[in-house]
DNA sequence: CGGAATCCGCGCGGATACTG
DNA sequence: CAGTATCCGCGCGGATTCCG
């Protein structure tokens, strides 16, 4: 956390790309965020993550399966049930939800003030 | 920074979407940081954010200063010279461009290994 | 219920040429 | 030097319909 900042203008540049390379689309916080709550079903996770159409958050999540981010299980019941959670690996990006909600906040303040 | 902690999955989403309506795109975050660094020119700035294109650059410049988070100075020499600063209220990215770097780092190893 | 398929418009984003 | 203007393709992203 702390050897951030060691790391030259360029070196930074680089690691913010490779970051935000996963990261890309407005949907894929919010999605890791709900999941960092708690493990959650795909209807579920539509309504949390408020105003994402269904092709959106099919294809995000799919992304994110892609990255081992987060984990995808299917009940065979009928209808099919199925469910979604954060790995190990897409909750050490819980930090990162954290620090842009808390500026969005502030943002928020900002802006109605 | 911790009552982030406190919001409900809701509340925490919202705050995020506040977030990335003002740095959507995939070069935002990459000029915040940069700037945090020091002051820059705009032909500075196109070679330390590497891959950029001329036109996305002006674009991108153009939402970060209309959301009052860089500041664009022109001194009217010939040629004439634009210089880009960070404001206080951009520098308050500060933490969340060296979260965002940080993860960037820890991905690279991951995803190379 | 959890998608996949299809249609479609809009805007991102690159390339190039031009301007003060 | 720091853009603007123009052209253009691609893919985001919504709406709707269909499927197992």
Redesign the pocket.
């Known amino acids: 956390m702390e050897d951030v900042k060691l790391l030259t203008c360029n070196e930074k540049i680089r690691a913010i790309h490779d970051t935000m390379d996963v990261l ?4 894929k916080v919010s999605i890791i965020a709900c999941l960092c709550y708690k493990g959650m ?6 309504r949390e993550v408020n ?12 992304d994110l399966e892609i990255n081992k981010l987060i984990e ?1 299980t ?1 009940e065979h019941t ?7 959670k954060i790995t190990p690996y897409g909750a050490s990006l819980k930090e990162l939800t954290e620090v842009i909600a808390t500026w969005g906040l502030k943002h928020r303040e900002m802006i109605t003030q």
Chains 1, 2 share one sequence.
């Open positions: 890309s689309g407005k949907w079903r795909y209807s579920e996770l539509k105003g994402i159409s269904g092709k959106m958050l099919s294809r995000e999540l799919k995808r299917v009928k209808p099919v049930c199925v469910y979604y």
